[in-house]
């Protein structure tokens, strides 16, 4: 591994740095912004305020100029065609600089995706779209009873001509309520082996027979839906790929960077914003000069940003010579979510009984409750995405040899 740019990336660094500094809508630069989340541009983009929106088109308008929309995606596709050093680059200046991601879903699995499997007519129609900020899209593949057995999913599509007739139900779709278009795995053969059978379709959020119902979690937030097919109908053109190929088709992800740096990042950013508030304006409030385990539990978590960071240019350095993390990118998934717990769980700690206080526009809550809504949402940062118990087998099997069972 070699932590120093070199003297092209030190240049393409300097350029996406500036970028950031001059191009970001004030919307996004404000100090009260908070820590961008995933779906931020996206929910502007719907929002009811006029300057939300406006914001979100100019930033996709910003960023599609430059091809970064889709940075990972080739050129011939309207993406910025970086390499796997370049996209870590740009991940981390754009993390350091709290900007929100454009494209969502779209970006990161649909479009690549299609350039695989897509139709030319498929790619045509939706490509531009995806670049544009036209149209945001979400995944329609857990279910109440297939989880991380995704392959057991139920909802089935029955063809009718030259249609299929959708019935069935999708949980835990992120965004799904912010989104146009949605990508869905059904069963069309409840005959074959469970990971045959299984079609992949693209499905308008306006079809009739699709409704999308709210999951708040447990810290008041709406990102989570459920969404209901009944009697949804979906022409056979929509399909991506042959029937019943689809969980091969559903499997194909392009962005290859996959690092976590972004993790690393927000997390160092955290504990800049929590030393910076315990010991200046939320001086009163704060248990670090009562408390020197607290000072030494956030010494520790600074210590584990600089681990993280570490896993993660471990795995850029892999990728960037043409090899495949395997175990590595596991190894990086539990630590960023088991430091996400620890760092929330530091964090109100440091703020005593003000962390009961969850409002964010209440003056008395430190940090605009962030820490306090933080430690109970990152209960499912260790299901999310992998589970934790399923990142340990991996790294048991396939980095330490250890036999199955």
Not at 67 to 95: C, D, H, N, R
Not at 131 to 144: H, K
């Amino acid at each position: 591994m070699d932590w120093n740019d070199s003297a092209e990336q030190a240049a393409f660094r300097r350029e996406v740095h500036e970028f950031f500094a001059t191009e970001i809508p004030e919307r996004y630069q404000q100090d009260d912004y908070g820590f961008a989340s995933p779906f931020a541009w996206a929910e502007d983009r719907k929002s009811e305020a006029g300057d939300a929106r406006q914001a979100a088109d100019e930033w996709a308008s910003a960023l599609g100029e430059k091809g970064w929309v889709a940075p990972q995606w080739p050129t011939e596709y309207g993406g910025g065609g970086l390499s796997p050093m370049e996209q870590f680059i740009f991940k981390m200046e754009m993390t350091e600089a709290n900007a929100p991601n454009v494209g969502g879903p779209g970006v990161s699995m649909l479009g690549p995706m299609l350039m695989v499997h897509g139709s030319e007519e498929q790619k045509q129609q939706h490509i531009p779209k995806i670049l544009s900020g036209e149209v945001n899209w979400a995944q329609g593949y857990s279910e109440p009873s297939a989880g991380s057995d995704l392959a057991s999913l139920q909802t089935r599509a029955v063809r009718d001509g030259d249609e299929y007739v959708v019935n069935g139900q999708k949980i835990w779709t992120s965004g799904a309520h912010n989104a146009d278009w949605f990508f869905v795995l059904v069963r069309t053969d409840p005959e074959a082996p469970k990971h045959r059978g299984i079609s992949f379709v693209l499905i308008d959020g306006q079809t009739p027979g699709l409704s999308v119902q709210p999951l708040v979690n447990m810290a008041w937030g709406h990102i989570f839906n459920e969404t209901f097919f009944e009697d949804v109908r979906v022409p056979v053109s929509n399909r991506v790929g042959e029937e019943n190929r689809g969980w091969y088709v559903g499997m194909t992800l392009l962005d290859y960077e996959r690092s976590n740096i972004t993790g690393a990042v927000t997390a160092r950013r955290r504990i800049d914003r929590l030393v910076s508030h315990a010991t200046g304006e939320g001086a009163s409030k704060s248990r670090l000069a009562d408390l020197p385990t607290i000072r030494h539990e956030i010494a520790d978590r600074f210590v584990e940003t600089e681990i993280l960071f570490n896993f993660s240019f471990r795995i850029i350095s892999m990728q960037d010579k043409g090899l495949i993390p395997n175990y590595e990118a596991s190894t990086s998934k539990l630590y960023n979510s088991e430091l996400a717990q620890r760092l929330a769980n530091t964090g109100v700690k440091a703020f005593g009984l003000y962390s009961n206080l969850w409002d964010e526009d209440d003056e008395r809550a430190p940090l605009k409750a962030n820490f306090a809504r933080a430690y109970v949402g990152s209960v499912s940062s260790t299901i999310a995405g992998g589970t934790s118990e399923i990142q340990r087998n991996i790294i048991a099997t396939r980095g330490l040899g250890l036999p199955r069972g």
